[in-house]
Nanobody, 122 residues
Framework: QAQVEESGGGLVLAGGSLRLSCAAS??????VGWFRQALGKEREFVAGLNWRGRSTAYADSAKGRFTIARDGARYMVHLEMNVLEPEDTAVYYC?????????????????WGQGTQVTVSS
């Protein structure tokens, strides 16, 4: 059975950094992505990585500040977040996809984690 699990959220001051981790298992996934959902807003794409080609995609808000990378473990992905802003406060979700490329929309991700809270205080 496929599973996706996030870890690493927490409270940080503006300008600080956090590292989120995601472990996906149970299927041969094509891509792993990070999304976030702030209170009262829709879930939005943050960053994604195609497992085989190692290509990546980022939301404009994440470019230059966030980095998605895989490590040696199968379907283990990290999201390094730097220069965090209060606007980055949200529940961050990891998701795994069977679709080609690096999907950037929620409907192309079939498996989701429970989410981890990231709070950035000013």
């Amino acid at each position: 059975q496929a599973q996706v699990e996030e870890s690493g959220g927490g409270l940080v001051l503006a300008g600080g950094s956090l590292r989120l981790s995601c472990a996906a298992s149970g299927r041969s996934f094509s891509a792993v992505g990070w999304f976030r959902q702030a209170l009262g807003k829709e879930r939005e794409f943050v960053a994604g990585l195609n497992w085989r080609g190692r290509s990546t995609a980022y939301a404009d808000s994440a470019k230059g500040r966030f980095t998605i990378a895989r490590d040696g473990a199968r379907y283990m992905v990290h999201l390094e977040m730097n220069v965090l802003e209060p606007e980055d406060t949200a529940v961050y979700y990891c998701a795994a996809s069977l679709s080609l490329g690096v999907p950037t929309t929620t409907d192309n991700y079939q498996y989701w984690g429970q989410g981890t809270q990231v709070t950035v205080s000013s």
